[in-house]
C-alpha cells in the first residue's frame, strides 16, 4: 500500500501544524528532492530552534545517554550528552531533527523509541518546547536504507511521503537565486526535474533532481565554466548526468539568441518578442528574474505586447513569478493596473504553471 504523497509546500503546511502540536512525523522520499530543508524551512517559519541528529552515525547510547556510576558507588545513572543534552536543556521551541532514520542500526532505531512516544528516557523528561521531525529514503534508492522498525514508524503520529513538483520547485528556484536558466529549461522540460535511478554498483553518473539542478546553478553562477566551452558539458553532466546535461547546455545556446532582459527593459515597446516557446521560457524566467518595484512598469509594457500577441500564458507565468521573487511589485500603479484589467482575469482563472 502506498503512501499519502505531498508536495513540498504541502508539506511546509503540514509541519508548521505538527510542529506546534508537538506531533513527531516522519517524512519518505527520494534523496535530493528537498526533504532537510523543507524541515530547516519550517522550524525558521516556527521560530524554533533545530537540532539535527545523524542515526545513521550514531550510537544507541547517543538516545539514552551514558551510563555513570553514582557518587555513593551503589547505583547509576544515564548522563545525557551531544543532542539529547541539548533537547533537555531547551528553552524555547525547538525541532529536533533526525535525518536519514532509515539508515541507523536496529539497536539505534530502538534508542529513540521512549523519546519518541513518551518524551522521556530513563529520568529525563523532554521540554514542552521540542518536537520530533525526521526523514528517510525508500529501501529501494540504494541510500543504505535497511527499514525502519515497526514499533519505531507506530511512534510517528503521521508518515508522508514527499514528491516534487515543477510549480513548487520554481517558487523556492526564484526564491533563492537559482540561476533563471534553469527555471525556463525545466518549464519546457518538466519531466527532467525529477529522474531519479539508483547508481548500479559500476555507474557514477548522478541524476536529474532538485538537489543536483542547484548544483548546477551553483556551478553557472559561481563559477567561470562558461567562459570554457569543452568544461561546459562535463561539468554539468557531472551534476544531472549526460542526457539531462546534453539538452540544458543545447538550451543553454537558445538562451543566447533571445532578447536580453537589459534590453527589454530598454525599450519595452518595440523589444523583440520571440515565437518558439523554449525563448519564450526564457524570457519569462529572465524578465521575472530581474524584476523588481522601479521596473515594473517597462516589464508590463512588454508583457502587454505579449497578452496582445497571443502570448497570454507566458505573460502570466513572468507576473506570477515576479509576485514571488519582488512582493513589492503589487503595490506599483503597474500592477495594480494590471490586475484591474484582463491579467486580473486571466491570473485567477488560469491554471500556468
Avoid at 521540542?130 to 510517528?156: C, H, M, Q, Y
Wanted: proline letters at 7%; aromatic letters at 6%; charged letters at 20%.
Amino acid at each position: 500500500m502506498a503512501l499519502a504523497s505531498v508536495r513540498p509546500g504541502q508539506l511546509k503546511l503540514l509541519l508548521a501544524e505538527t510542529i506546534a502540536a508537538r506531533l513527531p512525523t516522519l517524512i519518505v522520499g527520494a534523496p535530493g528532492i528537498g526533504k532537510s530543508d523543507i524541515v530547516h524551512q519550517a522550524a525558521d517559519a516556527a521560530g524554533a530552534d533545530t537540532i539535527i541528529s545523524h542515526p545513521a552515525l550514531a550510537d544507541p547510547t547517543d538516545a539514552k545517554g551514558l551510563p555513570w556510576p553514582g557518587k555513593d558507588g551503589t547505583h547509576a545513572t544515564f548522563l545525557p550528552f551531544g543532542e539529547l543534552a541539548s533537547a533537555l536543556a531547551a528553552k524555547k521551541p525547538t525541532v529536533w531533527f533526525l535525518d536519514d532514520l532509515g539508515q541507523a542500526t536496529s539497536a539505534v532505531q530502538s534508542g529513540y523509541m521512549q523519546l519518541l512516544l513518551a518524551r522521556r528516557v530513563n529520568s529525563h523528561v523532554l521540554p514542552e518546547c521540542v518536537s520530533f521531525v525526521a526523514a528517510t529514503n525508500r529501501r529501494g534508492d540504494k541510500a543504505g536504507v535497511t527499514g525502519i522498525l515497526e514499533p519505531v514508524k507506530s511512534r510517528f503520529k503521521t508518515i508522508v511521503e514527499l514528491v516534487t513538483s515543477l510549480q513548487d520547485f520554481c517558487g523556492w528556484a526564484l526564491a533563492n537565486n537559482i540561476d533563471p536558466r534553469i527555471i525556463a529549461f525545466l518549464r519546457l522540460r518538466r519531466e527532467l526535474l525529477h529522474q531519479f535511478e539508483p547508481s548500479t554498483k559500476t555507474d557514477m553518473e548522478n541524476c536529474p533532481c532538485p538537489r543536483t539542478w542547484g548544483a548546477v546553478s551553483d556551478l553557472l553562477t559561481k563559477t567561470k565554466l562558461e567562459q570554457h566551452a569543452s568544461l561546459l558539458y562535463p561539468a554539468v553532466a557531472g551534476a544531472v548526468g549526460e542526457g539531462a546535461a546534453t539538452e540544458f547546455v543545447g538550451f543553454l545556446k537558445t538562451f543566447k539568441d533571445v532578447p536580453s532582459p537589459d534590453a527589454i527593459l530598454l525599450n519595452p515597446d518595440t523589444a523583440k518578442i520571440p515565437t518558439e516557446p523554449s525563448a519564450l521560457y526564457a524570457v519569462s524566467s529572465a524578465l521575472a528574474h530581474r524584476a523588481n518595484a522601479g521596473n515594473f512598469d517597462r516589464i508590463m509594457k512588454y508583457l502587454t505586447r505579449l497578452k496582445d500577441g497571443g502570448q497570454a500564458e507566458f505573460a502570466v507565468m513572468t507576473i506570477r513569478d515576479a509576485q514571488q521573487k519582488a512582493p513589492d511589485i503589487q503595490d506599483t500603479p503597474a500592477f495594480i493596473a494590471a490586475m484591474s484589467g484582463d491579467f486580473g482575469t486571466l491570473i485567477s482563472g488560469g491554471n500556468v504553471q
